[in-house]
């Protein structure tokens, strides 16, 4: 029923500017999904996925742009960067926890940025990389493009977290120590949650500098990663539909109290603090409750 | 039944000959930062454009009405992008004006270009904006090639510069004026010790200032920066002794970025600076005088124009003119630009080139900060 | 700055400063995550607010109002940044900490709370005053003290004498005071602290207040040199999160070495590799050390409860 009001959508948005808006929000579900995995799976605090959603982005731009890639492999192989970087993090990830692990992965973010913003050479830095092209030529082509890989990767996140993936994966956010005790290698399954977690947002990276068509590295700061983890919260951490929820409404609310103003950002900090206070387990487990009342 | 049919017929034929009703409205989106840090840049363009679209409606604009939409693109590609196609959706405009970042305005001029909308730019300094081949761009704020080649000539003319550390922010414009510096000062001969630049959020500029010391003899310090920034930079720069106004021999140099009442807050930090300045307060044409006293009588008799306030007002002013002289759409609005010749603004006169960037620099002067930290006039060009 | 030495000892003394200034940000952080292991996100934006505060104080009411001399004007002004710190850390508590305890948060819903109290308050400073820099002159900060080559504004001697004094007298407060032990039990073990008959919330509560007023005042003694806009916070904050871990969470000591180390590093990459690489440097010797010494300079206490 969902997937035919997705697919639906850009009909019932038809201008230019609400279209780009689909594209951006599925992109952000691919982005929350990707947190999810790590954050409310495995329960790992991770600061840092803006970064892996800015090595897809940069890496496959620069390998089309510079070396004349074609699309489809350089995505590949931003993918296969973000992952591996990723898989790296892991590394960290295995000797620490809760708050040293965040602000592991927070200066793993800002060196990331910094990274992108003084190596010139490479990623022209501030200047930014102009005349990107989308893989496909118009809006609705690329909403479908990056909507259906984003219901794919539901799917397949669906699916693991189903699986007696999924239960190692929880075993390890309950009690790390006790699930050490039944014989379950923390290290190896963080560094998968991890790795995947991190190719996802770069597979999402991918798409957003050809939806610009413009390139700067503003787009993959610390603010973001922020953006990213209360879109996993506010929709509904550890759930399957919460992150896609949460994605939705983040992206649409700026956007629709744009008629406010100056005010716009204020209502957005107070709906967002509100949204916590009272939601505990995000907008999914508010509805899951309100369903509960209802029925008789 | 015949009778109303031919009613109806009569009726139909009619139509084309009733007077129609003309919509004579021309829609201009403004794309500024009104969120976000760049908003320093945002409110000062909107009070400069709605205090015009007050003065404009007072004069005759054979009948049309000016209206002005605002969208908040946040000096981001992201949101420009964005916004400027809500408001072609929402608003079609017959001409936008926009962006102040170098970045926006870069990512939405091939959008506007295949719209076959006007880009009236007048914040951005990156010269790509008008070296990209579009037809729609016009500019009338100063790209970084025209803002620091006076500079290198006075620094080599007047100044006897042999040494050079240029300091910028780190941002498309900091990046573009640095080079623009760099560049023709090297090739006259002289030498840049170092080239520093600081992201918009470096606070404290003591520990540059003392690297700077620390390089021996320096000639003058072009610096390009926001004003936050330039009085911290210039006071630390003075406690060093590396510039004039601290003891120092340096010679603090900068361009049209700073505003008149920079050398009030800087204090005796400033005294001897020498700059460039395109909106000058102290001009006695009318033009200038009429502007600074409506914008006084609007926002508060403390408050003088900056050149932000100035270069939005001007750019509502050369929409109006160009309705003025006949533009009815966005096309009428592209010839008219196209054949301007020395109508006069605020901050000047207003000429495109063929790649829509305003030519006309006869009003930038040099000002040079004295011991009461008043501009004075200098004759150099 | 002709000779090596005398270099390096500016760049020393200019990165004591700077260390001092964001100790005076990240200590108050320090110690709301001692005591309830969470981060106030909004915390750089008190800082804020108390600058704004006694900026007005100092220039509107005092000098203009009342008519009080310069230096009377800007002590007057410390003492509403601290009563404005005050408030918010109260309102905050109240709103938000406190209710998300109630409701057996973890540590990650008052992180996203407290970051959207921290885009509230942003935009509502920037509603009231708007992007255009503010010019805070305090009387000291006009003054640039001189010992041969070296120098120093006036301001900056202020911020570390006052940051000195404000890590004393905290010490002090800890150590010696009924309510600071309390603090330092609740801060430990939360359930045996509470056992023993003291009261945790209205502890918690005045951590918060506490920590918020030296968030105020800091914002009045960095008004003068930084540059004041709705946005210093978010220039800050970061950079105070990272010092608060360098430190060792939640640990007074360790904060504060580690601030003078981040400001004496900051001075010194400035010097030999270039400002534009700051972050870069500063983030890299965090991971480095994460890797060396997970628990932060002086380790923490704590102990996990198997």
Redesign the interface.
Known sequence: MSLLLVAAAPWLLTTGYWRGILVLCAMNVLLALSLNLVMGYTGQLNLGQSAFFGIGAYVSTILIKSHGWNFWLAALAAILASGFVGLALAAFATRLKGHYLAIASLGFAVITYQVLINWESVTQGVRGIYGILPPVPNTVALFYLVAGIAAAVYLLLDNLVRSPVGDTLRAIREDEISAASLGVNAAIWKAFAFGLGAAIAGLAGVFYPGFVGTLVPDAFGIIESFTMMAMVIVGGMGTMIGPVIGAVVLTFLPELLRGFGELRLMIYGLALTLVVLFMPGGIVQAWMSVRHKTRP | MKRVLTAIVLALAALPFAPQAQDKVIRIGVLMP????G??F???GKEGIDLALEQVAKTDLKGYKLQVQ???SAC???QA???V??V???FRPHIVIGEECS?AS??IA??LEQAKVVQLNAGSVTM?LTESGYKYVFRIFPNAEQQSAPLVKVARERLKAQTAVILYE???AG?DNAEGFEKPFVSAGGKVLAK????R????F???A??I??LGKVDVLPTFAL???Q??LS?ALA???VVKGGGGQGVQMGSIWLPWGYDQ?A??AAIGYVRIVQFDPTEKRKVVQDFIKAFQAKYGADKTPTHINAHAYDALLLVAEAVRRGAKDSEGIREQFTKFKDVEVTTGKITFDKKGQNSDLSVVHFVETQKDLSWKGLSWQ | MTDLLTLVVQQSVNGVYLGCLYVMVALGLTLIYGVLNQINFAHADFVTVGAFAAFFTATRFATKALGIPDTGAYLLSLFSALGAGALLGWLVSAAVFAPLRRSGADELRPLIATIGVSVLLENGQLALFGPIPYQFDSPLARETIRLGPIFFSGQSALVVAVSAAAIAALYAFMRFTFLGKALRAVAQDRETAGLMGINENLVIALTIVIASALAGVAGALLGPVVVLTPFTGASLIVKAFAIVIIGGFGNMEGTIIAGLLVGIIEAFTVQYLGSGLIDLVVFAMLLAMLVVRPTGLIAERKEENV
């Open positions: 009104i969120s976000g840090p908003s320093y945002g409110v000062m605002y969208e908040d981001s590609p992201l992008t964005n916004t196609k809500r072609l959706d929402q970045d870069l990512a091939p959008i790509r780190k941002t498309n990046n520093i630049d600081f992201g959020d470096v606070n404290d003591t520990a540059i003392t690297r010391a620390s004003e936050g920034q009085v911290r006071q406690q060093a002794k807050k204090g005796q």
